[in-house]
C-alpha cells in the first residue's frame, strides 16, 4: 500500500463488519505488513485511524454502531517494525510460574490418598525442586516455606520427603533462621524421632521385644504369658515413658490400639512380673517349709527357713499394689479438686504419734503388733495423699529417695544390734520404716505447705526445730552418760522426729545439702574405725542432729533476711 487508504473502516482493514477485537488485530497486523510508516506516514494514519475506529464500534459516520462487551478502555497501539507485529500475534509460552503451581498441587493430592505411593510422592517432589521456576528468587523462598509446612504437617505420609529436603534447603544448619523456624524445627524433631525408631528396631536394642509387640496388633495380656515373660510389662513402660517425654512423633508409628490397651492396662493397679512368679511360688514354698521342719533333721531343717523369701516378697508386692497404689488411684478419683487439710498433711503428727507410742509403751508382741498396724497405716496415708520429689536428676528418684532416707535407717540399725533388745527392736523398726516413707512422700507436700505460710511463720517454724535438735541433744547427752540403754529407743524417735521436721527445707539446700552429708559421714568413719560401735551410735546421732541443724540455719537465714 503506497498510497492514502480509502474508503469505509471495514474496507481499510480488509474485513467485514465484525465485534471480534482479535481478528480486528489480526487485520490490522496483516495491512501494517504493506503499509511501511516510513514510506507512507498517510496511509499509515489511515490505518491506524480505521484500526482505532473498529476497536471502539465507531462506523465511518461517527455513530456508535455496536459496543464491545468489555469495559475496558481500548488499548493503544504502538506503531511496531513488521517483525514485532507478526510476533506479537502468536500465541505466548506458558507461564513457568503456573507450571509450578500444578506440580505442587499434584504433590499435595498425592499425599491426601489413602494409600501413599512413597515413590510417586519422591518423583512428585523432585519435579517440584526441577521445575525452571525455582530459579526466581521469590518463587524459591516461597517454594522452601511451603515444603517445610507441608512436611512438617502431613507427617508420616512425608517421611520421605526429610532427608532429601534438608539436602536441598539446608534444614538443620547453623543459620539463624534455621534455628527458629517453627516447621523446620518439627521436621528436624521427627528426623531425630525416625533415627530413634531404626535403633530400636534393631535386634540387640533393649527396646526392640517391646517395640515388637507395641507395633504389632493388639493380642490380651493373660497371667501366664506374663509368668513366662512373653509381656515384658515394665519393658513396655519403659519405651512408652521413652517416647512421650522425648520423641513424641514416633507414637504414631506404633500400633495405635496396642498402645490405647497398654495404656489401659498400666492405668490398673498389677503385680508386676517378679510379683506374679513370687506369687506363684508361695504355696509349694510354704508347703517345703512345713514339710522341713517336719520331716528334716534339725541339722537340715533350719536351712528350710530360706523357703520363706518367695512369700514374703510375694507379700510385699501385694501390699505395694493393692495397699499403696489402689488407694492412691481412688485418692486421686475422689479428690480432683483438692481435700481437707488435715487429711492432706495428717500423717505428719500421726507418725510422731507413732513414733512416740513405739518408744514409750511396753515393748510386747501385742503393742509391737499394734505399733506396726499403727505405723503401715500412717506410711499408707503418706504414700496415698502425699507426693515423692519425681523430678529429672542423674539417679532415677527411687534410688535418690531411698540415698536420702537411708542415714536414718543405717543409724537404728546400728543402736538396735547394740543396744536395744529384740522386742523393742521389732516394736521401734515398725515406726522408723514408716517414718522413711512418710520422708520420702511428705517432703514435697510439706515443703509446698511451707512456702504457703508468711515469713513470720517460716521464722517460727525454724526455731522449732532448732529446738527440737537441742532437747534432743540434752537427751542424747544424759542417756550416753547415764548408760540406760532403756532410753534408746526414746533416743531414736527424738532424732527421727527432728529429721522429719526439717526435711521441708531440703529443696532449698541444693548441692549443699549432699556435700555437707559427706562430709559428715568421713567423720562418723573415724569414729567406727577409733571408738567401735557405741561411738559409731553416738557420733551417729550428733551428725544426723548436727545435718538437721545446719540446714535449718542456712534455709531459715537466707528467708528471713531476703527481700522478697
Sequence with gaps: MTGAVTGSVWDTLGIARTRDQKEIKRAYARRLKETNPEDDPEGFKTLRTAYERALAGVDDSGDSVFVFPSLKKPEKVEATPVEAA???????????????????????????????????????????????????????????????WLIANRSPRTDILIAPGCDRFGWGGR????????????????????????????????????????????????????????????????????VRREYPTAIADLNSETVAQWDDYQARPQLGTWGLRFAAASPPCLVGLLLGQWLLPPEWSALSILLIIPPAFAVASLIGVY??????????????????????????????????????????????????????????????????????????????????????????????????????????????????????????????????????????????????????????NDVARAGADAWWPGVAAAVAVTVLAHRPLIPLLGEWGFRLKWYSMIGLVWFALHGGAAHVVIAGAAVLLFWAVAHTILVTARDTFSRT
Design 86 to 148: 507478526q510476533d506479537a500475534a502468536e500465541p505466548s509460552p506458558p507461564d513457568p510460574r503456573q507450571i509450578h503451581a500444578g506440580l505442587q498441587g499434584r504433590l499435595e493430592n498425592l499425599l491426601r490418598k489413602r494409600q501413599v505411593d512413597p515413590d510417586a510422592v519422591l518423583a512428585a517432589f523432585t519435579a517440584v525442586l526441577k521445575s525452571p521456576a525455582m530459579d526466581l528468587v521469590d518463587v524459591h523462598a516461597a517454594t522452601e516455606e511451603w515444603l517445610a
Design 175 to 242: 543459620g539463624l533462621r534455621q534455628r527458629d523456624h517453627f516447621h523446620v524445627q518439627r521436621i528436624l524433631a521427627r528426623q531425630r524421632d525416625l533415627n530413634f525408631l531404626g535403633e530400636i528396631r534393631k535386634a540387640d536394642s533393649e527396646h526392640n521385644a517391646a517395640y515388637r509387640i507395641l507395633s504389632a496388633p493388639p493380642k490380651p495380656v493373660t497371667v501366664l504369658s506374663r509368668l513366662l515373660g512373653q509381656a515384658p510389662t515394665h519393658k513396655i513402660s519403659d519405651l512408652l515413658d521413652v
Design 323 to 476: 495397699g499403696f497404689e489402689m488407694p492412691r488411684r481412688m485418692w486421686l478419683s475422689a479428690f480432683v479438686y483438692g481435700a481437707p487439710v488435715w487429711l492432706r498433711y495428717g500423717w505428719a503428727l500421726a507418725i510422731v504419734a507413732a513414733l512416740a507410742a513405739a518408744a514409750a509403751l511396753p515393748a510386747s508382741p501385742i503393742t509391737a503388733l499394734a505399733v506396726a498396724a499403727a505405723s503401715l497405716v500412717v506410711a499408707m496415708w503418706a504414700r496415698t495423699t502425699g507426693q515423692a520429689d519425681t523430678s529429672d536428676g542423674q539417679l532415677p528418684w527411687q534410688l535418690r529417695a531411698a540415698f536420702s532416707e537411708i542415714y536414718l535407717l543405717a543409724w537404728w540399725l546400728v543402736l538396735a544390734f547394740n543396744l536395744v533388745p529384740l522386742m523393742p527392736f521389732l516394736q521401734m523398726s515398725a515406726a522408723m520404716v514408716a517414718a522413711a516413707v512418710v520422708s520420702a512422700y511428705g517432703q514435697r507436700p510439706m515443703f509446698e505447705l511451707w512456702l504457703s505460710w508468711p515469713k513470720w511463720g517460716r521464722l517460727l517454724y525454724g526455731l522449732m526445730v532448732l529446738g527440737l535438735a537441742t532437747g534432743t541433744a540434752v537427751l542424747l
